[in-house]
């Protein structure tokens, strides 16, 4: 990297520094305290040691509008509304500033006022308030006004003060910068974080996928005619999900719901799966084929497969509560699983080469009892 770039690139990152937006509430909340705290036990000072009464209405009314910006920040935080009262607040503070209210301690309260707000607002909020303030300190010292300073705080304060308020200043900026620094560095840790979690968590389903797709083709080889069977209903699935206008991540949850809907079957001995009909005992058995597949799939631990695991483990459930294997009923059962339920029904019966009318007509039949009522509307649509 050459000189010229690493330049530019400094001056990049203290402008990103200077513009970063203000991060640390708590940090304003205190500072806010801070200020009223002060404020607050200067009002019983200032009326012990007999202190102008423009002075004691001034503090009051600078507890009293920090008070309400504390309590409103504490359910309903914005910085604007921060950088609104602070303008409103500098007021009654450059009122006692200028008049002198109490005496040389005067000067103070522009000056720790200024210096507070940068850490309230932080450096690219503050700045403008702080270059007025600036301003109103040089022509208040340095020109004459009708009430002249110089008369107010005497020779050796006017001359010092407008240096002394700048460097005062400048430090608050410099120990600001340190804190927004601190924000920016964290922030861009926390996006490379991201970032390879997210690429760790691509890696880690894609894996996932490749052991699925290989249970799948297990299942296949186990279950003739099973995987047409799958694939079919995972297009219904999707074809389903479109039309109920669903996001496209939902849609291709649908879809691989559909692939995986009975790959639980893996776990049934081939004797009940091929087996035409079942005792009690042996259906209770194949019934559990559902929940073997939620585990299969649960045992991935990503995020992605969560609802299609889901939508797994309940897709044999009924809209009315009488399927297996928990027995809920209408939206307590995943959207996915109902949108599976119907797809897998329609597909299994056209595999038995059964009349695609009777089929709608069972489906509409069924609808509001086994079927979602919207699902099933778009399945018999589909059909049609």
């Known amino acids: 990297m050459s000189e010229n770039t690493r330049v530019v690139s400094r001056i990049k990152h203290i402008w990103e520094v200077i513009m970063c937006p203000y991060e640390d509430k708590s940090l304003a909340f205190w500072i806010k305290v801070v200020f009223g705290f002060i404020w607050a036990i200067s009002i019983p000072n200032g009326i012990v040691y007999g202190a102008p009464d423009d002075y004691i209405i001034s503090l009051i009314i600078m507890v009293t509008v920090l008070f309400i910006n504390i309590m409103v920040s504490r359910f309903y935080y914005r910085t604007w509304i921060d950088a609104i009262v602070c303008i409103i607040l500098s007021i009654p503070v450059f009122y006692v500033y200028y008049h002198a209210s109490i005496g040389y301690f005067s000067v103070m309260f522009s000056m720790i006022f200024a210096c507070g707000i940068v850490f309230v607002l932080g450096i690219r909020n503050s700045i403008v308030l702080n270059f007025v303030f600036l301003i109103m300190v040089i022509v208040c010292f340095r020109l004459n006004v009708a009430m002249s300073a110089k008369f107010i705080y005497g020779d050796n304060i006017t001359l010092r003060f407008p240096y002394l308020f700048i460097c005062f200043v400048l430090i608050s900026y410099c120990l600001m910068y340190i804190i927004q620094r601190y924000w920016v560095e964290k922030r861009k840790r926390n996006q490379i974080l991201e970032e390879r979690v997210h690429d760790e968590k691509k890696k880690l389903e ?22 047409e069977h799958c694939n079919n209903v995972a297009e219904y699935s999707r074809s389903i999900a479109q039309r109920m206008n669903l996001d496209k991540k939902s849609c291709d949850d649908a879809y691989k719901a559909g692939l995986l809907h009975e790959i639980g079957m893996i776990g049934i001995p081939d004797a009940l799966i091929n087996k035409a009909g079942l005792t009690d005992d042996e259906y209770e058995i194949f019934k559990t084929y559902v929940s073997k597949g939620y585990q299969i799939i649960n045992m991935l631990q990503t995020d992605e497969f969560q609802r299609i695991a889901q939508a797994v483990r309940y897709h044999r459930e009924n809209y009315d509560g009488s399927g297996f294997n928990e027995g809920i009923s209408g939206d307590d059962i995943p959207l996915l699983a109902r949108i599976v339920a119907i797809a897998d029904y329609a597909d299994r019966h056209i595999g038995r080469n059964e009349d695609i009318s009777d089929i709608r007509d069972n489906i509409e039949r069924m609808a509001d009892t086994v079927f979602d009522p919207i699902c099933a509307s778009i399945m018999v649509e589909i059909l049609s």
């Open 206 to 227: 894609s894996m996932s996928m490749k052991v699925i797709n290989t249970i799948s083709k297990a299942l296949a080889a186990k279950i003739p005619g099973e995987e």
